[in-house]
């Protein structure tokens, strides 16, 4: 081995600005690199290597903030030594390598650290913890995209905290910066980008492909055509052909990028909102020169069953972009998420109190009607919606209540025949908290509150009974355990099957529990209603369920009166068409449907009459602007509808809640505007009920039958 002298002269550096950072030298030969770090306070240093005086050497100044590797991959200070400059000499000074002021700026920012701060919070502010934070920074091009991820992921505490602290370095080799970075299509970008291509059709480009590339020699661009006046535009000029030899290679070459953009903006739409996106070529793009990364963020969080469910995820249009080096962001989480929500109290006393139905906030109490006609339903006065099979409720102990167990009493709604709930209709509970002194990923727990049949009663075990049982430091986030899933549910009723049609009342029996843990019985007690109220231990709902029978094979039509539909007839001119049959349609003759629409509940939303036809063609039976002047007359019970809206406003003036439909006759004036062309015809009519089922919001009660046939025009 010889030694290599190196010597460095930052002399041109001022006295005060010599003591902002120190330097790095590296030296690389085939086996590997050697690096020394100096102070060059005094203006000037050497540095003295142990090298193979028989290989090429590359030598590479830098900060000494840079990696070993990373140093010979950055735009810096070089110099080479070839085997002849040693002259079978043991060692070799060579000429001093001069650091201008210029390269002394550039490297203060060259590899800096950078460090996020955060919080993960639900949509009301409460904490997601226990998620796994991915920082990433993006870059895009054209219809391409790629992130890199930044630092290591961290795991939020029991407040939603986290920190990601990362080293970043800019003035890369174009070639090797590419060479670091994975790239995909991304559908964001090409919905940006398509819609301004198709501008001028005269500029056509590939489809797109996964892999990045310049491969668009066809491209012919011609004077611009009129924009739209949402599209600012700029003067037009007829563009030089692009240079095929530039644009078709295969393998995109990224020094190439900054002349094809200059072609490209000559021709293609001036459209600031992709300038403002920072889409390229309307924006200009070295990423290589990017000393600040661009960040986005994407949340995992191993909460339930399954994989870990995505709970935050950024797109490129959400970039932040040229982040400082520290960097505090709050990163609202989607519905995904287990919180843990806030302590919004507790009422006091021994006491219990319904807040809601089907989840938490879910139904509120306080939009179900507790008197008169419209008693248990949801949105009284409103759309007056019952409820249908299991059916959960959720509440609230107070502070002092004697509740270790509990179960659920019924009785027909107004009337004082109080008895357990069937034992069959109780469904299991579950809950679940956050644990913060087990081990990430496993930092969520989820108990199960099975219905427990007891001495010939069927209770539940209270939350505040299981925190006794299962000690640890209830209510602290940071380094205990905190409820975070299900947490105020009381019960879970599965009302089909066991309660007939019709308004009932529902109540909690509160129980201690004895020396051995069991529910004494001996104490039971009918919970008072917090806040001095019996009402507030009272929830009232309106139960109507459906029965259904084995669905009819090949067929739409769903076997149930609850509700029922059916077309009795169709008269084109008034010759009746037949299902399967053809007509023969005549100038300005009418067209006529009976059909029927019913529930015997008198629990009818809406329904809807549309014909379909030719190739995705549809048209709405009962829309003016479809068909033109029609009637809707009852034939049969009614009113017509089409909607409870309609059915108990005037002057139809059905007496809420009740609409039961009936038969209906559809008068269209013109039946060519429901039959524009020779075809064939299908009607199809469905219509739902207004219920609540198993605590979706949707109408899941439904039923439909279709009709068809060929008009010829």
């Known amino acids: ?424 209709s109780l469904i299991d509970l579950w809950r679940g908290y956050f644990d913060a002194t087990l081990p990430w990923p496993n930092q969520f727990v989820f108990p199960t509150f099975p219905v427990i049949d007891f001495g010939g009663i069927h209770v539940y075990e209270s939350r505040h009974h299981y925190e006794l049982t299962h000690p640890a430091a209830w209510g602290n986030a940071i380094a205990g355990r905190v409820w975070s899933n299900n947490i105020n549910v009381m019960a879970n009723i599965q009302t089909k099957g066991f309660f007939s049609d019709g308004a009932y009342d529902f109540r909690v029996i509160g129980y201690r529990a004895d020396a051995a843990g069991n529910p004494d019985l001996a104490t039971r007690k009918v919970m008072d209603g917090c806040g001095g109220h019996a009402e507030n231990n009272l929830l009232t709902l309106r139960l109507d369920n459906r029965v259904v029978g084995p669905q009819v094979p090949n067929t739409v039509h769903v076997d149930t009166t609850e509700p029922d539909c059916g077309i009795n007839s169709v008269r084109i001119g008034g010759a009746a068409v037949l299902p399967c049959g053809a007509q023969q349609l005549q100038h300005g003759v009418p067209l006529e449907i009976d059909f029927f629409v019913t529930d015997p509940d008198g629990h009818l939303d809406h329904y809807d009459l549309v014909v379909k036809y030719d190739l995705g063609s549809i048209k709405n039976l009962l829309s003016v602007a479809d068909v033109g002047a029609f009637s809707l007359t009852p034939l049969v019970g009614g009113p017509q509808g089409p909607d409870y809206a309609n059915a108990i406003a005037a002057p139809q003036s059905a007496v809420r809640p009740t609409w039961k439909g009936g038969t209906m006759r559809l008068h269209v004036n013109d039946a060519s505007l429901v039959f524009p062309k020779t075809c064939c015809y299908l009607l199809e009519l469905t219509v739902w009920k207004r219920n609540i089922a198993n605590c979706d919001g949707h109408l899941s009660y439904f039923n439909q039958m279709h009709y068809s046939f060929t008009v010829t025009v």
């Open 1 to 424: 081995m010889s030694t290599l002298r190196i010597p460095i002269d930052a002399s041109q550096i001022a006295d005060a600005d010599r003591k902002q950072q120190k330097v790095k030298v590296a030296v690389q030969d085939r086996k590997g690199i050697k690096s020394q770090v100096i102070a060059l306070d005094a203006g000037k240093g050497e540095v003295k290597l142990d090298v193979d005086p028989k290989q090429t050497l590359n030598i590479a100044i830098g900060p000494a903030t840079a990696s070993d590797e990373d140093i010979f991959h950055l735009q810096t200070l070089t110099s080479k030594v070839s085997p002849t400059q040693w002259a079978n000499a043991d060692t070799l000074a060579i000429p001093a390598l001069v650091i201008t002021p210029q390269w002394w700026i550039w490297w203060l920012r060259w590899c800096r650290t950078f460090t996020i701060h955060g919080r993960v919070v639900c949509a009301d502010g409460s904490p997601v913890p226990g998620a796994e934070v991915r920082a990433y920074d993006v870059d895009f091009f054209w219809w391409w995209s790629s992130s890199q991820q930044v630092g290591p992921a961290a795991v939020t505490d029991g407040a939603g905290n986290f920190t990601i602290s990362f080293r970043w370095c800019c003035g890369w080799w174009p070639w090797w910066w590419w060479r670091l970075r994975q790239w995909r299509l991304d559908d964001d970008l090409i919905e940006k980008i398509r819609p301004v291509l198709k501008l001028n059709p005269a500029i056509r480009f590939p489809e797109p492909d996964p892999i990045p590339r310049l491969d668009i020699a066809s491209l012919n661009p011609q004077p611009l055509p009129p924009l739209g006046p949402l599209t600012p535009t700029r003067p037009t000029v007829a563009g030089p052909v692009l240079n095929p030899g530039l644009l078709a290679s295969k393998v995109l070459d990224p020094s190439t990028i900054p002349a094809v953009r200059d072609k490209l903006v000559s021709i293609l739409p001036h459209v600031p909102e992709l300038e403002k996106l920072r889409i390229w070529p309307w924006w200009p793009w070295n990423p290589w020169f990017d000393c600040n990364p661009d960040i986005i963020f994407r949340v995992t969080q191993p909460c339930g069953s399954g994989p870990a469910k995505v709970v935050f995820a950024e797109n490129v249009f959400q970039t932040r972009w040229d982040i400082p080096t520290n960097l505090n962001v709050t990163l609202v989480a989607n519905s995904q998420a287990c919180c843990l929500p806030h302590d919004d109290g507790q009422p006091e006393g021994d006491c219990s109190l319904f807040t809601s139905v089907c989840g938490d906030p879910g139904i509120p109490v306080t939009t179900i009607g507790k008197t008169g006609v419209t008693a248990g339903y949801f949105d009284p006065g409103g759309r007056d919606r019952p409820f249908s099979e299991s059916v959960s409720f959720y509440g609230l102990f107070g502070s002092s209540a004697q509740a270790d167990f509990y179960e659920i009493e019924s009785t027909p709604h107004g009337s004082a025949a109080w008895a357990p709930v069937p034992a069959g």
